[in-house]
């Protein structure tokens, strides 16, 4: 280029770029380098370096609009930019309540859990995820804490099936209803607006009577006009330790359905029905209304909801999600009902509260519980 003499401090790295062809200068012989230079020029310096097989992929990312416009596939260049993805979570809670139906014994509860999120992609296809945790509980002297990888499980595609296999959370029913704990299971999932789920393996060791049990579910889901519905079957091994012991399986057949009413107002109904007759009853409903909800990536928005459960024993395995008072009443069954909120305080900070009121359907016992939760994500 006449305008870089050979003594330029660039001039080397100038020649490398021209010889390979992924900068021509101007049509005047010119490199002009004194010039501001567009988008869309840079654009077309990007596209000619990936095409000589250079590591740009950060720069394609910001770049992606203009190579899109010069025909240039870079949809899946952010997920390759970094191999492995780091994401966190802190999630604090204090809860009070009436220790009657507590194990522990105690009236109030507080701890904070530390999450670390690993997710890296093995292949077009294929993705790994991991969770590490650490608990703090500041509800007794001792200030105990454990750390342990929670979560371990791979996503991927066989033919036109979804696969997911390891440990994670598994929810069984829309809200967890009938379980909400961690699991090791393989999964299997087809469909879309029509969607068929199938699942087995061992339920995790906080399960209640079901530690360490082995399962399976099946999982029918769609959208029917502007109802939600879905049918669940699980069928489950069952400990002596679960009331009565005679009984050694479990079989629960869930039904849910929801509606919007108005907008941003939704009202959902399920029924459960178990094998097991328990105090008399196999089976319940749950009825819940939900306005709105709060997103962690708008600051300000919020949401509201109320539910009401008359479930039998034998109709739901576990239910620990939040408010740890669903799970004292496993193998009893319970009727009682629950409110709540969340807000949305600043970007990824979220606060929520809800107020739990149950009745044992096997003795009658009360206890409630009023929980607040901060969650912050980075």
């Known amino acids: 280029f006449s305008d870089v003499p050979a003594g330029h401090w660039a ?8 010889a390979a062809g992924v900068i021509d200068g101007y049509g005047d012989g010119t490199f002009g380098g004194d010039k501001l230079m567009t988008r869309y020029e840079m654009a077309q310096i990007v596209a000619r370096a990936m095409a000589n097989g250079a590591n740009v992929d950060k720069l394609a990312a910001e770049f992606a609009d203009e190579l899109d416009a010069l025909g240039v596939r870079v949809a899946n260049l952010e997920k390759k930019a970094d191999a492995v993805k780091i ?41 790994y995820t991991g969770m590490i945790e650490n608990i703090q509980d500041f509800s007794n002297d001792t ?28 929810g069984l029913v829309a809200g967890g209803e009938v379980y909400s704990n961690r699991a090791d299971f393989v999964k299997v999932s087809y469909g879309k607006e029509i969607k068929l789920d199938v699942l087995g393996g061992k339920l995790a060791s906080a399960a209640g009577s079901y ?8 999982i029918l889901s769609a959208k029917l006009g502007i109802v939600d519905a879905a049918v669940t079957y699980v069928d489950i091994k069952k400990q002596d330790t679960f009331a009565p012991a005679a009984a050694a399986d479990n079989h629960i057949l869930a039904i849910e359905a929801g509606v919007p009413i108005i907008k941003d107002l939704k009202l ?34 919020w949401g509201v909801w109320a539910q009401y459960g008359d479930v039998a024993g034998s109709a739901f395995i576990f239910r620990g999600y939040e408010s740890g008072l669903y ?22 900070m979220v606060g929520q509260i809800e107020y739990t009121d149950l009745e044992s359907k096997a003795n009658g016992e009360d206890a409630n519980e009023l929980w607040t939760e901060l969650v912050i994500t980075f």
Do not use: C
Not at 145 to 170: M, P, Y
Not at 211 to 218: D, I, P
Not at 333 to 339: A, D, I, L
């Open 327 to 348: 799970d004292e009443y496993d193998g009893e069954g319970y009727k009682g009902y629950q409110v709540g909120a969340n807000y949305a305080f600043a970007k990824n």
């Open 11 to 18: 001039y080397d790295s100038i020649e490398k770029l021209a």
């Open 143 to 170: 200030g105990d804490e454990n750390t342990s990888f929670q979560r371990a499980f791979v996503n991927g595609k066989l033919g036109g099936l979804a696969v997911q296999a390891g440990r994670d959370n598994l």
């Open 268 to 301: 959902t109904g399920v029924y459960l029905k178990g094998d097991v007759d328990i105090a008399g009853e196999d089976d319940g409903y749950i009825v819940k209304l939900n306005y709105k909800g709060a997103k962690a990536n708008k600051p300000g928005s």
């Open 87 to 127: 994401t966190g979570q802190i999630r604090y809670h204090y809860s009070h309540r009436n220790d009657k139906r507590f194990s522990d014994g105690k009236d109030y509860e507080s701890k904070m859990r530390n999450r670390l999120w690993m997710k890296g992609q093995v292949n077009d296809d294929w993705s």
């Open 211 to 218: 530690k360490g049990e082995e399962f399976w579910a099946g």
